[in-house]
């Protein structure tokens, strides 16, 4: 997973044509953690899709424009826009995280 560390990178990534998912976080987050013990079996099912993780704390700003109002939060975006956003309360499970991205990749 990429790190995205300023908001022209974190716009530049999300007009890609395929959907790339990107994980919100920060490190004082007990959840995302959590979610970093089994994200990667996560994105070895969903390998041909591009990942990105960026740090709500250090990149400011971003985080409350595209309404991400928990952490950890999965977004998909296509082609500069927001496709689909998984909150933090559905964050908790491999099962909860695939299951939404088989409904919004297929």
């Not at 993780?53 to 998909?76: R, T, Y």
């Not at 927001?82 to 908790?92: D, F, V």
């Not at 099962?95 to 990749?105: K, P, R």
Request: proline residues 4%; hydrophobic residues 35%; charged residues 25%.
């Amino acid at each position: 997973m990429e790190e995205i560390n300023s908001e022209d990178q974190f716009n530049e990534v999300i007009q890609s044509e395929k959907p790339i998912i990107i994980k919100f976080f920060a490190d004082w987050c007990p959840d995302c953690k959590r979610l970093d013990m089994f994200i990667n079996g996560v994105i070895e099912e969903f390998n041909n899709y591009d990942w990105y993780e960026i740090n709500s704390d250090q990149v400011k700003g971003i985080a409350e424009k595209h309404e991400v109002m928990g952490i950890p939060s999965l977004l998909v975006f296509q082609n500069g826009e927001k496709k689909a956003h998984l909150h933090s309360a559905y964050t908790k499970t491999p099962e909860s995280i695939t299951e939404f991205l088989h409904q919004q990749l297929g």
